[in-house]
């Protein structure tokens, strides 16, 4: 899975209207999309999603607000995947987003950042199969 990464769309994007938006930018810098779907996450997948902050304060915040609505789950290719896609969508906090970046623009606050994407290989291979099975990934 080297060079691929995976994006969710956050259920604060998708509820003001930034999918496309998103999807355009994400295009328009050389990611290929290889998988793709909308899909709404159970409060026992994004506890198993986000396992890594389950011992942090605001786990019980994340899996809420990871539940309410919808997502858009991607796997993106791209050479350097993982860090180009890092620096595409920008600081976790938006007021500390760079200008142009994805956060910077369509997040509304640290909580509510707009889109996740992977933090290393391993992880983005492991992010991915957990949303798409082999036969949806092209």
Do not use: W
């Amino acid at each position: 899975m080297a060079n691929t990464t995976l994006m969710m769309i956050k259920p604060d994007a998708f509820e003001n209207g930034h999918i496309g938006n998103i999807l355009e930018k994400v295009t328009s810098a050389g990611f290929k999309i290889k998988a793709l779907k909308l899909t709404q996450l159970t409060k026992r997948d994004a506890e198993t999603f986000y396992e890594v902050h389950s011992e942090r304060p605001f786990f019980g915040e994340l899996v809420s607000f990871m539940t309410r609505g919808p997502i858009v789950a991607a796997l993106l290719e791209k050479e350097n995947a993982v860090s180009d896609f890092r620096t595409l969508i920008g600081a976790t906090n938006p007021a500390e987003a760079a200008e142009g970046t994805l956060r910077k623009l369509y997040a509304t606050s640290m909580g509510e950042n707009a889109v996740h994407g992977s933090d290393s290989d391993e992880n983005a291979s492991i992010e991915a199969a957990f949303h798409f099975s082999k036969r949806e990934c092209f």
